[in-house]
């Protein structure tokens, strides 16, 4: 089956993130054996001269025993997906400064931070951070998780299991054909009998404001699901479906995986998430 986002079978099953086109470039390189180049990690300019240096996949592959490696998500993302052997420490985490100093002096190893994909910042952000709070070698894995997936199933854990095989990934594809823009989102659900809205921003991120008029529930993804799951056992006994809505579109690409190992027949994302409606309002 073709990895995520391809029209000729060689690129397809695995790009998911922020910044799709740069991951599945790379995911080109990667299984064809060509040189990544360098407009194929943006954010190496950038960063290129704060003391991060970037570690390739087939070095970090060949050093994983030398390397203590970091995912930076949040416990969501990464119980979803991640490195196999990898440490869960979120950059937003509380603790963190504390955690990776831990980890650290505990593994006598330096720290190879990884998040989504090569435009997601957040493994840079963490490594620098890391730096700041004490870490002498901090380095960064920013061709992301999806990337490492492709090149390296057999290292890769998915919901608790080993990977084994690309095509337990969810297509791109499939991805988008449960992506709605903000007209057909409002549209589908003022045509629907009873659907089930759904906010799964966190409190933070949602502050407090309902953007459907007190219509939806507001449910932060948590990792064991489990209100989330009272909703979708309503939603499949009386056949409703569902909308949900995130804070940039990012998270419900975590969240379909639940709703299909759950067979939830009807859903739908609203693209963009609700940055995407402030936008529309002028509201920064």
Same mark, same amino acid.
Not at 11 to 17: E, I, K, P
Not at 184 to 191: K, P, S
């Given at each position: 089956?073709?990895?995520?986002?391809?029209?000729?079978?060689?690129?397809?099953?695995?790009?998911?993130?922020?910044?799709?086109?740069?991951?599945?470039?790379?995911?080109?390189?990667?299984?064809?054996?060509?040189?990544?180049?360098?407009?194929?990690?943006? !954010?190496?300019? #950038?960063? +290129?001269? /704060?003391?991060?240096?970037? &570690?390739?996949?087939?070095?970090?592959? *060949?050093?994983?025993? =030398?390397?203590?490696?970091?995912?930076?998500?949040?416990?969501?993302?990464?119980?979803?997906?991640?490195?196999?052997?990898?440490?869960?420490?979120?950059?937003?985490?509380?603790?963190?400064?504390?955690?990776?100093?831990?980890?650290?002096?505990?593994?006598?190893?330096?720290?190879?931070?990884?998040?989504?994909?090569?435009?997601?910042?957040?493994?840079?952000?963490?490594? !620098?951070?890391? #730096?700041? +709070?004490? /870490?002498?070698?901090?380095? &960064?894995?920013?061709?992301?998780?999806? *990337?490492?997936?492709? =090149?390296?199933?057999?290292?890769?854990?998915?919901?608790?299991?080993?990977?084994?095989?690309?095509?337990?990934?969810?297509?791109?594809?499939?991805?988008?054909?449960?992506?709605?823009?903000?007209?057909?989102?409002?549209?589908?659900?003022?045509?629907?009998?009873?659907?089930?809205?759904?906010?799964?921003?966190?409190?933070?991120?949602?502050?407090?404001?309902?953007?459907?008029?007190?219509?939806?529930?507001?449910?932060?993804?948590?990792?064991?699901?489990?209100?989330?799951?009272?909703?979708?056992?309503?939603?499949?006994?009386?056949?409703?479906?569902?909308?949900?809505?995130?804070?940039?579109?990012?998270?419900?690409?975590?969240?379909?995986?639940?709703?299909?190992?759950?067979?939830?027949?009807?859903?739908?994302?609203?693209?963009?998430?609700?940055?995407?409606?402030?936008?529309?309002?002028?509201?920064?």
């Amino acid at each position: 089956m073709p990895i995520a986002g391809s029209s000729n079978g060689i690129v397809g099953r695995v790009g998911w993130l922020n910044g799709l086109p740069g991951v599945l470039l790379l995911g080109v390189a990667l299984l064809l054996g060509a040189p990544a180049g360098a407009e194929d990690f943006p !954010l190496r300019d #950038k960063y +290129a001269s /704060v003391g991060v240096p970037p &570690v390739e996949t087939e070095e970090l592959a *060949a050093s994983l025993d =030398a390397m203590a490696v970091v995912d930076a998500r949040s416990r969501y993302e990464f119980e979803t997906l991640h490195v196999r052997d990898a440490v869960s420490i979120p950059l937003a985490s509380r603790d963190f400064d504390e955690s990776v100093l831990a980890l650290a002096e505990e593994s006598g190893q330096p720290l190879v931070f990884y998040c989504n994909g090569v435009t997601c910042a957040v493994s840079y952000k963490a490594a !620098l951070k890391a #730096k700041e +709070a004490g /870490v002498k070698d901090a380095r &960064v894995y920013d061709a992301g998780v999806f *990337a490492w997936a492709q =090149a390296h199933p057999e290292h890769t854990v998915l919901l608790g299991e080993p990977l084994q095989s690309v095509d337990r990934l969810i297509a791109n594809e499939e991805f988008e054909r449960r992506l709605l823009g903000e007209d057909a989102f409002y549209a589908r659900i003022e045509a629907s009998a009873d659907p089930i809205i759904v906010d799964i921003r966190s409190k933070d991120q949602r502050q407090g404001v309902s953007l459907f008029q007190m219509r939806d529930r507001h449910v932060p993804l948590t990792n064991d699901n489990r209100e989330l799951g009272g909703l979708v056992e309503v939603a499949m006994s009386e056949n409703r479906p569902m909308f949900f809505v995130d804070a940039t579109g990012k998270q419900v690409r975590w969240l379909q995986y639940y709703l299909e190992g759950q067979g939830v027949p009807e859903y739908w994302f609203l693209e963009g998430g609700a940055s995407k409606i402030y936008e529309s309002m002028g509201i920064q």
